[in-house]
């Protein structure tokens, strides 16, 4: 099974509107970290936002947040008032644990594409 | 600033050619990382390395090898590149096994 998953491949999003990134994850681990990047034609990622699993509030980085519902099992992206140079690939990913190493699984990403 | 650098951002090879990619940070971070990035599977890990002359197998290790002789230094070895093995590939490092990765600006590798 899929630990991440992202079921939009694409979303468009008018500019300076908010856009709300989908992602949800599979883990039986209590702890645990949910992470959002940025990788834009470039080619680059660019780290946006962390929520660890015990966090009680959720994680907020500038125009970044991250609606994070536990029981749920999901890690939302959401970009408010979008700006053209938000149009990127967005890759949501977990890290298991506290295992030697580090190890992140990513989803498939989303693209997102700003319209002026 | 976190900075990961890439030895090359495009790459051209010739099927059974050995390659070589190369990962430089400045950050002293410990942990050093290898992914490929292909269309719609998002990244996968390759092999990552805790410590100068550490390394373990990620998802995906087969058809590559890593070297890390310095703890700022991580490489990616193509011992005998093929075409299945065309992909953007991204290094990142990380201070602790906590911390976030940094990645650096990705190869990418075309072998023909």
């Known amino acids: 099974a899929q630990k991440i998953t992202q079921t939009q491949p694409g979303m468009f999003v008018q500019e300076k509107e908010a856009v709300t990134l989908d992602c949800t994850y599979d883990t039986s681990d209590q702890s645990y970290g949910l992470f959002w990047y940025k990788q834009p034609s470039s080619g680059e990622m660019i780290f946006l936002i962390y929520q660890g699993s015990y966090d009680e509030q959720n994680a907020t980085e500038g125009r970044y947040s991250l609606n994070f519902q536990k029981a749920r099992k999901s890690a939302n992206l959401v970009i408010s008032a979008s700006q053209l140079g938000d149009s990127a690939m967005y890759f949501c990913a977990m890290r298991e644990g506290y295992n030697a190493g580090n190890m992140l699984t990513f989803g498939g990403g989303t693209r997102l594409m700003v319209k002026p | 600033d976190v900075k990961v650098t890439q030895s090359s951002r495009y790459l051209v090879k010739r099927t059974g050619e050995k390659v070589f990619l190369e990962c430089v940070q400045d950050?002293?971070?410990?942990?050093m990382f290898w992914y490929r990035q292909d269309p719609g599977l998002g990244l996968r890990l390759i092999y990552f390395s805790y410590d100068v002359k550490m390394k373990e197998k990620g998802d995906i290790p087969e058809g590559y090898s890593v070297s890390r002789e310095k703890k700022e230094r991580f490489s990616l070895i193509l011992e005998s590149a093929s075409t299945n093995q065309t992909s953007m590939y991204l290094c990142a490092s990380s201070r602790t096994i906590t911390d976030t990765q940094y990645f650096g600006p990705g190869t990418r590798l075309t072998v023909l």
């Open positions: 950050m002293d971070h410990e942990n």
